[in-house]
Each structure stands twice: as C-alpha cells, then as structure tokens.
C-alpha cells in the first residue's frame, strides 16, 4: 500500500519540471492527481505518465492569472476525482530583471500567478480541504540569497506565497487542514534555461551545494512532498521545508 492510497491531490504547474515530478511522486504513493496546466497538452502528456503509476489522472487547462479559470479547475477536480485532499500551488510566471529594469506589466504577472493565484487556489479548496487535508506552497532559494541582484522581483512575489502559507496554517489548523512550502532546487526546465542563458552565474552557484548536485524533481522534490503531505508529516505545518542539498538556509 501507498502512502496516499485513495487521496486525491490538485497540482498546478503539472505538466512540466518541479510540478510533474512532485505528480508523479504522489501518484506513485497512491494518489489520483488532477495536474493542471496552461498548455492543455503537457498536462496530457503528463496524465499517461501518471497513469502508468496506476492511479487517476485528469488534466485540466488552467491560466492560474485568470480566477474564472481557477474556480473551474476546483470544479473539475471535485467533479472527476470526487473530491481534493491535497492542494499544491507550484504554477508561476517567473520575473526577472534589476529592479530599474524589470517591468511593472511582469511584475504583475510574478504577483497574480504566484501570492493571488496561491490565495484563491487555496480559498477555492477550503471547504474540501477541511478535516484532514493538506497544501504545500513554494517558495524559492532566491529570497534568501545575499545577493538577490536581478532576482528582487521574483523574491517578494514568492515571499510573499510564504507569508500567506504561514497564516493559512494559523487560521485552518483548527480546521485540519495542514499548510507548508518548500523552496526546492531542481533539474527543472526553468533551471536548464538559466545554465544556458547565464553559465557563469548558475556554475558559481551550483559549486555551493553542499551535495554537489541540483535534485531530480520526482525523487528528490517529489517524495519529500509526498512525505509531507502524508501521515509521517501530519504534525508539520506552518513551516518551510528547504529541498536544496543544503545549499541555503532560513535565517
């Protein structure tokens, strides 16, 4: 038997990187997923994946800016899975630039698919969350870099994720439902885009995790979620889990 056998789990951002491979460690634990995604056939993709673990899947195209389209895709989760117990918001547009150059119209993109896509998300599952559930934000290693240059942007729309998981936790504890992030470093798309766009920088980087490696987004990122969102992390909320080889740590 799976650690999640018979829960259901939402993941947005499925069809590609950190968010298929936190999918398909669930669903090797025995949990339905609803990967959602804003290219219909990456989540498809995704889904026959999935389903060779020998769970359901069902995709669902969502534009994680759009709150009709957010409100939909709860529905069509509820609808084919029967219900959600597992909610993770790892969709997000990602901006970059200093902060003389990155510009309003990407900021705003960072903000509403990142802290307002994570609050609607997570009032849309609320009332299915209630009474055992569990959701796990992500944050990233960039908002506690020394040296945040080019990166200030992206760190306060994900600080600000963090902000709102750790109130989630104070005000649905009493309700059952369990809140945390992860700030992961992963081989994800994102991560090979910057080691061939800026060599240099992420080489630097690299040299500083303690493991020597970036993690694999199923068995390195995914299990630790699957782990966290099951029975061995039921006393665990309100916290943020660093899935980096130890690269950085909270201050």
């Not at 259901?8 to 069809?15: E, N």
């Not at 895709?73 to 029967?82: D, F, K, N, Q, S």
């Not at 597992?86 to 997000?92: P, R």
């Not at 309100?238 to 899935?243: I, Q």
Request: with cysteine.
């Amino acid at each position: 038997m799976g650690l999640l056998d018979g829960k259901r789990a939402l993941v947005t951002g499925a069809g590609q990187g950190v968010g298929r491979g936190i999918s398909l460690a669930l669903a090797h634990e025995g949990c339905a997923i609803a990967a959602a995604g804003r290219t219909l056939s990456k989540v498809e993709d995704a889904c026959r994946e999935i389903e060779g673990r020998g769970v359901r899947a069902t995709p669902i195209r969502c534009d994680v800016t759009v709150a009709e389209d957010i409100a939909a895709c709860v529905e069509r989760t509820v609808a084919a899975l029967g219900g959600i117990d597992i909610l993770v918001n790892n969709a997000q547009i990602v901006p970059l630039g200093t902060l003389l150059e990155v510009s309003e119209e990407n900021f705003d993109a960072g903000w509403k698919s990142g802290p307002l896509a994570t609050l609607r998300f997570m009032r849309a599952c609320y009332p299915h969350l209630r009474g055992g559930g569990s959701i796990v934000n992500l944050g990233t290693g960039a908002s506690i870099r020394p040296d945040p240059v080019g990166y200030g942007a992206y760190a306060a729309v994900k600080e600000a994720i963090r902000a709102l998981t750790r109130a989630a936790a104070f005000e649905w504890g009493p309700d059952g439902i369990r809140v945390n992030a992860i700030i992961p470093l992963a081989t994800s798309p994102g991560l090979e885009h910057w080691i061939a766009t800026r060599p240099e920088e992420s080489k630097a980087f690299l040299a500083t995790v303690p493991l020597g490696r970036a993690g694999d987004c199923e068995t390195d990122i995914g299990r630790a979620v699957a782990m966290l969102v099951g029975p061995y992390g039921s006393y665990i909320t309100g916290s943020t889990l660093m899935l980096d080889g130890g690269q950085a740590y909270l201050r």
